[in-house]
């Protein structure tokens, strides 16, 4: 759902690291330039469930998107925009048979995660991440950010999100 | 994964109820009976993220998998038997494909959490629940137990998983 990503143009800080941002930086032509989030934010695994997703196709992943203290009461206050702090993660895994499962089921029938695919972040930060719809965005991969070429889409595919560039609605 | 299910025989005490099982309850064919959980534990929603699953078939249910902290802190250290006290949840929803993200990814790719299909519960208790492998089962269908009669095949399925009990393995 999540798997998107765009052009690193700036570090940026996430959680507890400072990050300069100068003011013309990547203003040239007079854009605003997108800010990605280059740090894991720590704790990340240990955050509530906000669901779960299944992407077909050649991502063929399995996730659980979790959501900080922030993500996940504006969530079930349903309120929107989400506030500045909140942070949305996704864990991607490949979306594999379980052939110890489907034994005992007698069918084939059962999916699990498999190997961890990426791990991708939301950051919601309005004036920081003002040319991204207020979100900075991440993906790591065996805990390195991802490449900026693959960094492009996020935006624009988030940015044709119904609520606030968020695809992921609360699961009950 | 977990949608499974056996008899009732007894009300099982979960969180801060108090039930009272005859020591000759469910023995009169000499074999102790299986005891049932029939209250939602508290809070577990809130819990931590053991993994994800999939659930193709009659279930075609996407779920999560969550564990109050006794159940976290065994799987990250990786001990087995679970501990007294463990508390494996199993949030279930339909697996729906999303209209809304297909429509922006071009494609037909994404499925979602639709409606909670239900929740299901392994508490474990050694002494309790020493008839059942030294767990008791629970499946919640719109917050209320699920009938004695699917809940017949819980033990018996669960019996063959190679984890004291348990299907789902944790999910970094």
Not at 6 to 31: H, R, T
Not at 76 to 95: C, M, N, Q, V, W
């Amino acid at each position: 759902m999540k798997r998107i990503a765009f052009a690193l143009v700036a570090v940026a800080a996430v959680a507890g690291v400072a990050a300069y941002i100068g003011p013309a930086y990547g203003q040239a032509n007079g854009e605003a330039a997108p800010i990605f989030v280059k740090k894991i934010p720590p704790g990340y695994r240990d955050w509530r469930l906000i669901s779960v997703a299944h992407e077909e196709g050649n991502l063929n992943s399995i996730g659980a998107v979790l959501g900080n203290d922030v993500a996940i009461k504006a969530y079930r206050e349903g309120k929107l925009p989400f506030p500045d702090g909140t942070i949305i993660a996704a864990l991607h895994y490949s979306h594999v048979a379980s052939d110890e499962n489907n034994k005992v089921f007698g069918q084939s029938q059962s999916f699990v995660a498999g190997p961890q695919t990426n791990i991708q972040f939301m950051v919601k930060d309005s004036k920081k991440y003002a040319a991204t719809g207020g979100w900075g965005f991440a993906t790591f991969k065996d805990g390195k950010p991802a490449d900026d070429a693959s960094m492009k889409s996020c935006f624009p595919c988030h940015n044709q999100a119904a609520r606030d560039l968020v695809f992921t609605r609360y699961a009950p």
